[in-house]
């Protein structure tokens, strides 16, 4: 058997002695994981970590791997390999460690990898930010390492100008052929895809819109573990709303053969620099991780303000999450008639965006040619194929509204459903104060 993307890396050993070292390696897979968290109705905690030198990685696991604290573990790599920048990551590993912003996998080499997951228990899974993730794939997964997040359309509006969409889109088809073959032999990947997009005013119906076009390209090419992620926006009633309808959307779009898992993304904007605050933002996260049923929470750590944390107070993040989820707080809940009424805007929503990219044959060109017409956008992209003509507000009660729908499919329901909640209580003044109050909230 054979891969496209694995040739890419004619230097890995082949992939029978791959899928050889996978059946070997006697660790729980993030798959097993997910689908054992969900029966019981937990929630898995996964830090974000990622630095330069083998060594301090090691060091940073050890620490994050304690009893009680993290239940998987991250590999955050750092921008030059996201950028396909492997010779200036590899130059920098060697000379000045400290400017990578984390951990260059494919100048370390799928043998470093193998260090790692044979060392630790738990699942490791990479996350990066890469429009084309294939090299970063193949060594990953010749390393042991069975969950792989990011997708066409995530990691690269948000992030890359000039990628073309199409291309990207395309890349990932080559990773999602490759886990889906790997799946059939009895290695499913989890596959993760990242809704919180640029981290800036995502609406609900955005996030999952993308999640799961994504989740449907991977479902087509085999994949049968899917996780659709989620980012908090601070009302508890949307972001609870949006977690239980990752589970009905599911059901509606990807066969029955194919296990989906919400993740819920803590707070990804800008987070309050005093320390009690962010401390009680990152505690309400993990509340609403627990009452939406969430699988897995991206956890944050109180220094999400001032740069990357500590290990310590990475693990001090993960306790103040994991108090969340004590019996003691079971009472605590959200009401049932609002929860239904914004579960139903944003399944609406979604679908209404999701519907008719999936009325053509090639999944792929129509969602590039929906984004080039501004049928499907995302608030503040980085890259040119999207319009970025659509205003998201937060209403008074905090939650994401559309301020502007900008060419989005939306129903004449939809459109009025927004307009009147943002316009509730508005405030005067121009609409650009309006937006940065929003993004600011929190900080």
Known sequence: MSFSCFALAPDLPSIDNIVRYLSELRRPTMAACLADADLRGNVLIQPRSG?????KMIALLEVLSRP?????????????TRLLRFDKARRLLMESPDELNGYPLVAHGYLAVRQLTERFQQPIQVRHGSPDGRRLFVESIAGGIQSFEGGGISYNLPYSRDVRLEYSLRAWQEIDQACGALGSMGFPIDREFFGPLSSVLTPPSIALTVGFLEAILAAREGCTCLSVAYPQTGNIIQDVAALKTIRVLAKRYLPDTVKVYPVFHQFMGVFPQE???????IFFGGLT???GRATKIVNKTSQEAIGIPDAEVNAEGIRRTRLAFERYLSFVGVDPT?????????????CELVDPVLSESDLIMSIVKAFHTGRLDIPFPSNREAKGRIVPVRDKDIAIRFANTGSLPFSKAVKEHNEAKWRDGAPDGPMFERVRESIMYFA
């Open 338 to 350: 609002l929860l239904q009424e914004e579960a139903y805007w944003i399944e609406r929503e979604t």
């Open 275 to 281: 320390v009690r605050r962010a401390e009680a933002l």
């Open 289 to 291: 991780a627990r009452i």
């Open 51 to 55: 630095v330069a030198s083998q060594q």
């Open 68 to 80: 009680n604290i993290a239940d998987c573990l991250t590999l955050t790599i750092d921008s030059h």
